[in-house]
């Protein structure tokens, strides 16, 4: 407000405006920069790989991207309705900067967003159940609007890692928006879990459970 009310008397527009008008402009220019300043909190509490946005995506049908469903779910509804969106293909086929965009959009909107890569989140994972500090993590997983998994699937999941990971997607199945990203087509997630009923819970929901699938090329 400080800043707007400086700019209006450089410019000599104060005294041109009624006090209805003065303060219409006041509040607007608080309003949109509380709103900036969360955005950029929410962007950097995510901590994407790439910084994305929508309007930059390529989205040639030979790609397997699809206008009509990259402009629906710009619209955020999915992360309303608690769904999944599944992105797999080839290294390098963009999967990554897709869903950073779709990450960043969602902070625009307001919502908050978690990026991880899996390797990454296994070892977080593991470092809290040292620190003791595991239960605190998984809650914040689980309360964030919307979670990003990226790099799904390049090592198998064994042990506890694969108790945590079934863990999240139950705290998560139908309420909370995720995004999984893989080189490994969808058919193939379940060899990637070494017990077959951790394997029914934490990998057959999402064969079931998304809004889109976006199969690059």
């Known amino acids: 407000m400080t800043a707007c009310l400086k700019t209006l008397e450089e410019t000599r527009k104060i005294s041109e405006l009624s006090l209805y008008d003065g303060l219409h402009l006041l509040l607007q220019a608080e309003y949109d920069q509380r709103l900036q300043n969360r955005y950029q909190?929410?962007?950097?509490?995510?901590?994407?790989?790439?910084?994305?946005?929508?309007?930059e995506i390529n989205a040639d049908p030979q790609r397997?991207?699809?206008q009509t469903k990259l402009t629906i779910l710009t619209m955020g509804d999915y992360i309303k309705s608690g769904e999944c969106i599944l992105l797999t293909g080839a290294s390098g086929s963009g999967k990554s900067f897709l869903a950073s965009a779709f990450g960043s959009q969602a902070c625009k909107q307001g919502y908050t967003v978690l990026y991880f890569n899996m390797q990454k989140l296994l070892m977080r994972l593991k470092v809290a159940r040292l620190d003791g500090n595991i239960i605190k993590l998984l809650e914040k997983i689980a309360k964030t609007e919307l979670l990003i998994l990226d790099d799904f699937g390049l090592t198998s999941l064994q042990g506890q890692a694969q108790l945590d990971f079934m863990e999240i997607i139950e705290d998560?199945?139908?309420?909370r928006a995720t995004i999984i990203a893989s080189q490994i087509p969808i058919s193939g997630w379940f060899e990637l879990f070494s017990e077959e009923s951790v394997a029914y819970s934490g990998a057959y929901p999402f064969t079931l459970w998304f809004?889109?699938?976006f199969v690059f090329h």
């Open 172 to 175: 998560r199945h139908a309420k």
């Open 211 to 213: 809004l889109r699938t």
């Open 64 to 66: 397997g991207v699809d």
């Open 41 to 55: 909190r929410l962007l950097k509490n995510a901590a994407f790989r790439y910084q994305a946005s929508m309007p």
